[in-house]
């Protein structure tokens, strides 16, 4: 039997709300921050009179004895300018690089970064970044700065400026230098008690989204002021930060309290919202009013909308009675489990006979019942009366459970899979009374409502962990125990980390993950040697043929952050990467007892931290105890967790995003949500296997209860960034933000404030909407590669994309094809690869637009050889120019010959290499009269 349901207000419903990225900004390019960047070293108590950058040479003076200029050795001052004097003037710059002396025998200044400082007295020295300001970024200046040991009160004036070009003298109240407005500092006190001595300080500058008119294509600038004479400013290691100020994510609400659910009903309530790699979502729902006369319900989202698996009170299908009434009961509901096919298991009871149980798992079409209370088992020895409300569900569909046997010796456990959701057989993995080995002691699995039995780790393919064994789901079923409790190894050859001859027995916990490769990554707790307690381990077994296991974290292993030591270990998550999940708590803190969880996640082996307690949690406050928090590992490196923050003035709880470095706030309580504020969130942790609140794309789903009362299933998915400042291959996952390589989920963001260069992607693609600039990026799309994006499309800026053409090209096929609109400035380059020599004539297909429109042009176009751009409402293609020789070849042989800038045809615009291809008819290199007579004989002729 099916039930399903389109709604009309779910599923596209678009909501956005202010998330937190914690990273490092991305430095932009300070020249000599330190100072040291000078021609020849300067003897102490000497000074530079004024800087004029690299090329420009100032004289020296001696402020603390003959300040009179002198020109006898001057010296070069790399990045920094003054107003200047000319040569062999003796004019007092009252501003330069100094090397402080001793006064009196003490230093005049002590902290700095290396030998010199920049002193100022009354006099601007100013820098121009070769990075122009950008649109919704924040400009952070860090650096060192003080008052000498015998000078009197003042405070440091750094500013930051907008500054016309590069050649521009970068000083306040001089043409073509703008203050930037909202920036902190001013004019910052220097406390008396540091005098002599360099502090950090710090002031920041926020971009709005969009640049006012005065500071568009302006470059970001550092300007310093100095004193009205006395005393001597002095300034030192100087760092710019751009930091991205990011856009409001958005959440796709997937059912809202109020949506209609069925027969005119609405939802009145939610819980367990999972999802898988396809972006689906199942949940649980509450039908009707929010008494507990409601019915409840599980769903899933499909092509069709919503679909309706199972209702309270329906039909259970070919089985027994009705299904019961508590999937919304935390403490009672099945876990859902939900496959990348879109294929969900759970576990239910009939509703007017609590102790009939069964398994059930919708194919994506229908509803189709696994197994039920009284039936056989396999083996023809006895059958099912209870299972466990942990599944299991592979990706060819067979659905994984742990029951209760009873047979007519005694009652046994065991773990169980269907072959196939539609009409599979049951097979045993393990029961009680298998042998583990041939000759070995038979197996004895725990109950299924013991703590060892609750729940167990499995994969893609089907296969187990439990406790201390692994299991295969194969007819031939073979068991391999990964580790067994009593069995010894040792901590000093096999592990590694200690240092120790002595041997350990191992106590298993029942918590353990395992991974396509038949990793298995488990905890326990170590006895012998010379502990007096019982210390916990992370170990992960590489596979079942490999001897002995690899050690993850021990007890007393320093903490990542060297704040204490790692103690109890447990719940270890292991994905396809071989990383590895796990909470642990620490002793020996430098703040005890209040930092004494924490979430960890190990790469090679080598644990990081990803969330502590008593840690700043991104967004304000500090993350409480987080021994209970849900925590998911993705197959991607992903981490998300939920945690409740304190240090605020009432206590909060969020969802994270992290791959160990970056950390995203995906949602917090208090936020604003459909007209109300989030006052609770619901995410379901676990292992990538047993379908959690995270998918491999880095989108998390959760369940928001807000002021209002109403609820609502939420689907987060995270921008996909370009990391700041690097140059490197599109298919590399660590060259973006989070490790998020972008899909067709994702909105593509390349975007820089330094020139970077983004190669690929080498293959076919599909991403959401895709914006490249406005910042100086160069895309290239190589030659077999097509980018789908499902949204939009923007090229904006100084950004450019580099189109290759090699002899497989497929001249026809759009190398970016949009489904939204394309809207176009920025630049354009098409280049030949692999010796190929395009035909005159031949069209290639750049961009296309399925249902929108090309906007705008590309403000520059470039080529290695003559090509016409055209524009059609709906695309954007090049058209390869012959040699041809008239009147148009005339006007592009004079721009050529003037320089390759100019634009003789309308739409067409050489490079030098182009201009050579065209008209260096005896290929000497260059155009010139030689040419021009060649051209003079071709008209004569015709």
């Not at 990225?21 to 000078?38: A, K, Q």
């Not at 002031?203 to 470059?219: A, D, F, I, N, R």
């Not at 396509?516 to 170990?539: C, I, M, N, Y």
């Not at 490999?546 to 952050?561: E, H």
Request: net charge negative; with cysteine; proline share 6%.
């Amino acid at each position: 039997m099916k039930f399903r349901v389109s709604i009309s207000v779910t599923a596209t419903v678009v909501i956005t709300i202010v998330s937190s990225l914690v990273t490092s900004g991305e430095p932009l390019p300070v020249v000599n921050p330190s100072f040291e960047d000078i021609s020849r070293t300067l003897d102490a108590g000497e000074q530079t009179n004024g800087a004029g950058g690299k090329g420009v040479l100032v004289a020296t003076r001696r402020p603390f004895g003959n300040p009179v200029p002198s020109w006898d050795n001057p010296v070069e001052v790399a990045g920094w300018r003054t107003r200047l004097v000319p040569q062999g003037s003796t004019d007092e710059i009252l501003g330069g690089v100094l090397n402080p002396p001793l006064i009196g025998g003490q230093p005049f200044i002590t902290g700095q970064d290396g030998e010199n400082v920049l002193a100022i007295q009354a006099s601007q020295v100013g820098q121009t970044i070769n990075a122009k300001i950008q649109p919704n970024t924040r400009y952070r200046l860090d650096f060192l700065g003080g008052i000498g040991l015998t000078d009197s009160e003042y405070c440091l004036s750094p500013t930051l400026i907008a500054v016309d070009n590069l050649t521009t003298l970068p000083l306040e109240n001089f043409p073509g230098v703008i203050r930037l407005g909202n920036q902190q500092g001013g004019c910052i006190d220097v406390p008396v008690n540091t005098f002599g001595t360099m502090q950090p300080y710090s002031l920041e500058y926020t971009t709005p989204p969009v640049l006012p008119p005065e500071l568009v294509g302006k470059y970001i600038g550092i300007h310093m002021y100095g004193s009205d004479g006395l005393p001597r400013v002095l300034y030192d290691d100087f760092h710019l930060d751009a930091t991205p100020v990011l856009q409001p994510p958005e959440y796709a609400i997937i059912a809202y309290q109020t949506d209609s659910s069925i027969d005119g009903e609405v939802f009145s309530g939610f819980g367990g919202p999972v999802l898988n790699d396809a972006s689906q979502v199942t949940f649980f729902a509450r039908i009707g009013t929010a008494d507990a006369n409601a019915d409840t319900g599980i769903f899933v989202t499909d092509n069709n909308g919503l679909a309706l698996l199972a209702r309270e009170g329906s039909q259970m299908a070919g089985i027994r009675n009705r299904f019961h009434d508590d999937f919304l009961d935390a403490a009672s509901r099945t876990e859902l489990v939900m496959n990348n096919a879109g294929q969900v298991a759970f576990w239910t009871r009939d509703q007017s006979d609590s102790s009939w149980e069964s398994i059930y798992a919708w194919d994506g079409t229908q509803l189709l019942a696994q197994t039920s209370t009284n039936s056989d088992a396999p083996d023809g020895m006895g059958n099912f009366v209870a299972f466990g409300r942990s599944l299991g569900l592979a990706e060819f569909g067979g659905v994984i459970f742990h029951a209760e046997i009873d047979t007519a010796r005694v009652t046994e456990y065991g773990i169980f899979i269907q072959s196939a959701i539609s009409g599979g057989r049951t097979l045993k993995l393990v029961r009680t009374g298998d042998p583990e080995f041939p000759g070995q002691n038979p197996v004895v699995p725990c109950g299924i409502d013991s703590a060892c039995g609750a729940a167990f780790g499995f994969n893609e393919s089907g296969q187990i962990s439990n406790y201390s064994f692994a299991q295969t789901p194969e007819l031939q079923s073979r068991i391999h125990r990964i580790f067994a409790g009593g069995q010894p190894f040792s901590v000093g050859s096999e592990l590694g980390t200690w240092d120790l001859s002595g041997l350990f027995l191992m106590d298993l916990r029942s918590d353990s993950s395992v991974n396509d490769h038949f990793e298995v990554a488990f905890a326990g707790s170590v006895g012998g040697g010379r502990f007096s307690t019982s210390p916990s381990v992370v170990l992960r077994k590489r596979n079942e043929a490999a001897t002995g296991a690899t050690q993850v974290a021990l007890t007393d292993d320093i903490a990542p952050d060297g704040n204490g030591v790692l103690a109890d270990m447990r719940q270890p998550l292991i994905n396809n990467a071989s990383q590895v999940a796990f909470r642990s708590t620490f002793w020996q803190t430098d703040n005890p007892p209040n930092d004494v969880s924490g979430i960890l996640l190990s790469t090679d082996d080598v644990p990081s931290m990803v969330a502590r307690e008593g840690d700043p949690a991104p967004g304000g406050g500090t993350f409480s105890p987080l021994n209970d928090a849900p925590f998911a590992l993705s197959h991607s490196g992903l981490l998300a967790y939920q945690a409740d923050l304190h240090g605020l003035a009432l206590q909060q709880q969020a969802i994270f995003l992290s791959d160990g470095t970056d950390t995203y706030e995906v949602v917090r309580t208090g936020s604003p949500l459909l007209g109300s504020t989030i006052e609770s969130v619901e995410f379901i942790g676990g292992n990538a296997w047993q379908r959690t609140g995270l998918n491999h794309f880095g989108q998390v789903a959760f369940r928001a209860a807000l002021a209002t009362t109403l609820e609502a299933v939420v689907l987060y998915t995270p921008d996909a960034r370009w990391r700041n400042g690097v140059s490197g291959n599109w298919d590399d996952s660590e060259n973006w933000m989070l490790d998020i390589q972008p899909a067709f989920v994702h909105d593509t963001i390349l975007n820089s404030q330094v020139q970077v260069t983004v190669e690929g992607p080498s293959s076919d693609i599909a991403l959401n909407d895709l914006t490249i600039g406005p910042g100086p990026v160069d895309t290239t799309l190589p030659t077999n590669s097509q980018v789908r994006c499902n949204g939009s499309f923007a090229l904006s800026g100084v950004a450019r994309i580099i189109l290759e053409l090699s002899e497989p090209t497929p001249p026809s096929r759009s190398r970016i094809d949009v489904k939204g609109d394309a809207t176009l400035s920025g630049q354009f380059e098409i280049v030949a690869i692999d010796g190929f020599v395009p035909i005159p004539g031949q069209l290639f297909a750049v961009i296309s637009t399925d249902t929108g429109i090309i906007q705008g042009q590309v403000g520059e176009v470039h080529g290695a050889f003559p090509y016409a751009v055209h524009y059609t409402p709906t695309s954007m293609g090049v058209t390869i120019l012959p040699r041809e020789r008239d009147l148009n070849t005339l006007a592009g042989f004079i721009a050529c010959a003037n320089g390759p800038e100019s634009s003789p045809n309308p739409g067409v615009s050489l490079t030098a290499a182009g201009c050579l291809t065209a008209f260096d008819a005896d290929d000497d290199g260059d155009v010139d009269l030689v040419d021009f007579a060649d051209l003079q004989v071709f008209f004569a002729g015709n």
